[in-house]
């Protein structure tokens, strides 16, 4: 969001007006990204998907492989949600990183939902498999990460990424979760063993320390945008 002020002083002096603009950027647009002026840090602007529906930015292949093309799809929407300047450990903090990345999951997991609603495909004998599509995506996500990271120009330049399996697992398992459960009808055994599977590792393989800060990025108010999404 952009908010701006406008200071004005007066010069007793002169009996003259100086007008000062004062402008406050606290994320500035530019080019699909967020730049905060205060902090230098990078986020995706999710305001430009208002408006639209993301069912309409798909192509359903219905071959005789569908679930391998489906797979695909997903691959390809992972990649091009990634980027290095949204994972930078140093040139961001770890909250705004893993709210990039809670952010990018809820998009791929909005795609997801409007692929197979368009697809028609019998999500509750075949919950195993659609389960498994959500597993795969989230191990490809973590790996795309770390191939951004290990670019040799982005090694030069002292960038690096700390976030670890469990982070995206977790964030990634939650983002499908709530964007899922706008289906539930067509998705509920694949959200009981989402519940199943982060009941487990909030309790066995997030440390305490962690929790707050992940907990924290669920909560936050720049993902209203995501919440409007249409699919």
Same mark, same amino acid.
């Given at each position: ?181 706008? +289906?539930?009808? /067509?998705?509920? =055994? ?6 199943? #599977?982060?009941? @487990?590792?909030? $309790? %066995?393989?997030?440390? +305490?320390?962690? /929790?707050?800060? =992940? ?6 108010? #720049?993902?209203? @945008?995501?919440? $409007? %999404?249409?699919?």
């Amino acid at each position: 969001m952009v908010r701006s002020g406008f200071l004005i002083q007066s010069n007793p002096h002169t009996n003259c007006v100086d007008a000062y603009l004062y402008v406050i950027l606290l994320d500035f647009p530019w080019c699909g990204h967020l730049i905060n002026t205060k902090t230098l840090e990078f986020k995706a602007e999710m305001a430009r998907f208002n408006g639209i529906h993301l069912s309409d930015t798909l192509t359903v292949d219905r071959t005789k492989t569908p679930g391998q093309l489906f797979c695909q799809k997903m691959y390809q929407s992972v990649r091009v949600r990634i980027h290095v300047i949204y994972l930078d450990s140093k040139l961001n903090s770890m909250s705004t990183v893993f709210l990039n990345i809670y952010q990018a999951l809820r998009l791929v997991a909005a795609k997801y939902v409007a692929h197979v609603v368009d697809w028609g495909a019998d999500t509750i004998k075949g919950w195993k498999f659609f389960h498994a599509v959500i597993e795969k995506i989230l191990i490809f996500f973590f790996a795309c990460t770390q191939k951004q990271v290990d670019q040799d120009y982005v090694k030069k330049v002292g960038g690096c990424c700390e976030v670890k399996l469990r982070h995206v697992t977790w964030l990634g398992r939650h983002a499908f979760k709530i964007t899922l459960a706008r +289906r539930p009808h /067509k998705f509920g =055994l694949v959200l009981k063993q989402l519940d199943v #599977e982060l009941k @487990a590792q909030t $309790k %066995l393989h997030i440390p +305490r320390r962690e /929790k707050h800060t =992940l907990r924290g990025i669920l909560n936050s108010k #720049e993902n209203a @945008a995501l919440d $409007k %999404l249409k699919f």
